[in-house]
């Protein structure tokens, strides 16, 4: 069973960092693009920053300059230091990632999975 856990959120003043952790745990090959999803009261969720397993990055707009997604392969995490928070950027915030695992005794297949979501918080 593949498990995704983050931490790391809570509630910053404006102005303020946080840094989110995800770790993969669990039973697979490895893994592919990872991203991060956040979902604010009343609107959709929305895609923050991916990073593929070669490191390559894509921000949202909104966070382009403030926010940085990277990750550790030897330790299958992800992370995202997030600097100069605003009060919009007050969500739940997703772990995504697109986890090789084992699919019958001789063959693997491609599963996204999430976490359980960790909340962030930016007062004015």
């Known amino acids: 069973q593949v498990q995704l856990v983050e931490s790391g959120g809570g509630l910053v003043q404006a102005g303020g960092s946080l840094r989110l952790s995800c770790a993969v745990s669990?039973?697979?090959?490895?893994?592919?693009?990872m991203r991060w999803y956040r979902q604010a009261p009343g609107k959709q969720r929305e895609l923050v920053a991916g990073?593929?397993?070669?490191?390559?990055?894509n921000y949202a707009d909104s966070v382009k300059g403030r926010f940085t997604i990277s990750r550790d392969n030897a330790k299958n995490t992800v992370h995202l230091q997030m600097n100069n928070l605003k009060p919009d950027d007050t969500a739940i915030y997703y772990c995504?990632?697109?986890?090789?695992?084992?699919?019958?005794?001789?063959?693997?297949?491609?599963?996204?999975?999430w976490g359980q979501g960790t909340q962030v918080t930016v007062s004015s």
């Open positions: 669990g039973a697979f090959f490895g893994v592919n693009d």
């Open positions: 995504n990632a697109d986890i090789r695992e084992p699919f019958g005794s001789t063959s693997y297949r491609s599963s996204a999975y």
């Open positions: 990073i593929t397993s070669g490191g390559n990055t």
